[in-house]
T-cell receptor
Framework: GENVEQHPSTLSVQEGDSAVIKCTYS??????FPWYKQELGKRPQLIIDIRSNVGEKKDQRIAVTLNKTAKHFSLHITETQPEDSAVYFCAASSINFGNEKLTFGTGTRLTIIP | NAGVTQTPKFQVLKTGQSMTLQCAQD?????MYWYRQDPGMGLRLIYY???????DKGEVPNGYNVSRLNKREFSLRLESAAPSQTSVYFC?????????????????FGPGTRLTVL
């Protein structure tokens, strides 16, 4: 089955600086890579996703890059703000109708220092 | 729309007791999932249901059973609780549509159930 590794497990960044979280996956059949944000005591929520036919996707201060050859993808947050403090999870899946199981990484706790 | 709801929010069990965690969604989604979240382990899939009447094992199914009662409801049952099942349990739902548009495959999570087994 799929195995997703995520690094680092904790990350502290000065407010206004950039943060980068990296994930690797093992199954070359995976074609869908979402990122979820979980604030303390809350449920995970999707912030951005990317498909294997795209190398990069941006949404305001958030971007995700994918390198299919190396089987790794990264989350980039620019101009970080205090509300970016949370745990971030990457995930991978092979999207086929009737089979949408996600395999999650172990999470990165991001702390923004004011 | 309430989205995905779960009951109860908190539960304490003794070893060997049984209980059922309830989950319901009002988004007319076909797929539903049960995850457990443990410190340092991320979210691990217990069971999922791709459509009403079907269920399949995930990564950590041992000690659990599920029922997809109808399209809206997906319950998780612990027949004989063990301390190793102490965790936060999340239910999620989605309506995967392949590549039609962005966020098509988003999974929507419930608020979670914090379960402690003594």
């Amino acid at each position: 089955g799929e195995n997703v590794e995520q690094h680092p497990s904790t990350l502290s960044v000065q407010e206004g600086d950039s943060a980068v979280i990296k994930c690797t996956y093992s199954d070359s059949a995976s074609n869908y890579f979402p990122w979820y944000k979980q604030e303390l005591g809350k449920r995970p929520q999707l912030i951005i996703d990317i498909r294997s036919n795209v190398g990069e996707k941006k949404d305001q201060r958030i971007a995700v890059t994918l390198n299919k050859t190396a089987k790794h993808f990264s989350l980039h947050i620019t101009e970080t703000q205090p509300e970016d403090s949370a745990v971030y999870f990457c995930a991978a899946s092979s999207i086929n109708f009737g089979n949408e199981k996600l395999t999650f990484g172990t999470g990165t706790r991001l702390t923004i220092i004011p | 729309n309430a989205g995905v709801t779960q009951t109860p929010k908190f539960q304490v069990l003794k070893t060997g007791q049984s209980m059922t965690l309830q989950c319901a969604q009002d988004m007319n989604h076909n797929s539903m999932y049960w995850y457990r979240q443990d410190p340092g382990m991320g979210l691990r899939l217990i069971y999922y249901s791709a459509s009403e009447g079907t269920t399949d094992k995930g990564e950590v199914p041992n000690g659990y059973n599920v029922s997809r009662l109808n399209k809206r409801e997906f319950s998780l049952r612990l027949e004989s609780a063990a301390p190793s099942q102490t965790s936060v349990y999340f239910c999620a739902s989605s309506d995967p549509r392949g590549w039609t548009s962005s966020n098509d495959n988003e999974q929507f999570f419930g608020p979670g159930t914090r379960l402690t087994v003594l």
